[in-house]
Every structure is written in structure tokens, then in C-alpha cells.
């Protein structure tokens, strides 16, 4: 069983810049694709990152491409997710999960508590 523990999240200004953490424990941890997600009250969870168990491939969504990446270190079980830039639309929860390499909440079997990131303007 894998367990994922999401950290970094803030209260912060626009144009700051975060990392949020998620720490995998468990069997196999490396061996998961991740993903990251945020939800937006009201809102759906949408997807924002993804990379792949060796770290070679990632797709972030186009709509923080230029902003934010994902990158993991197995050594460490731990994923990030750097955002720039920060805007006050930004703001939500945001989820780390373990699956498969994929955009849709439905890859991903395993899901972090959420962090929550508040952007002020």
C-alpha cells in the first residue's frame, strides 16, 4: 500500500513562486506514475501535472505550461510541482496521486490529503 503526503502549499502574492511536495511511502512508490491536480471551490478537480515513474516524460496543462513543472526524485520518493508566477486564479487544493501517466482523475487510484494555495492580487 502507498500512502501520499502533499506539503508546501501557502498563502502568497501574486507573481510569488511555491513548491509544493508529495512524499510517497509505501511498496513500489517509485514505480508510479504521479500527477498532479487542484480543485477550485465550486469547481471540478482539473488536472495540472504528470510524470512518468523514471521522471522522462511529463505533460503539464497548457493553461500553467509556462509557469509550472513537475519533477521527481525516486531517492527520495518525493514529487514536486514549482509554480511561478503565481496568479490569484491559481488558487485551490491541490492533490498529488499515484497511478499511471495520465491526465484524467481516473489514472489515478491513489490520492494525497491536498494542500491548499491561496494567491492574493
Known amino acids: 500500500q502507498v500512502s501520499l503526503v502533499g506539503s508546501g502549499g501557502g498563502l502568497v502574492q501574486a507573481g510569488d513562486s511555491l513548491r509544493l511536495s508529495c512524499a510517497a511511502s509505501g511498496r513500489a512508490s517509485s514505480l508510479y506514475g504521479m500527477g498532479w491536480f487542484r480543485q477550485a471551490p465550486g469547481k471540478e478537480r482539473e488536472f495540472v501535472a504528470t510524470?512518468?515513474?523514471?521522471?522522462?516524460?511529463?505533460n503539464v496543462a497548457n493553461s500553467v505550461k509556462d509557469r509550472f513543472t513537475v519533477s521527481r526524485e525516486n531517492g527520495k520518493n518525493t514529487v514536486y510541482l514549482q509554480m511561478n508566477s503565481l496568479k490569484p486564479e491559481d488558487t485551490a487544493v491541490y492533490y498529488c496521486?499515484?497511478?499511471?501517466?495520465?491526465?484524467?482523475?481516473?489514472?489515478?487510484?491513489?490520492w494525497g490529503q491536498g494542500t491548499q494555495v491561496t494567491v492574493s492580487s
Open positions: 496521486a499515484a497511478g499511471s501517466y495520465g491526465t484524467s482523475t481516473s489514472s489515478y487510484p491513489l
Open positions: 510524470i512518468s515513474w523514471t521522471g522522462s516524460s511529463t
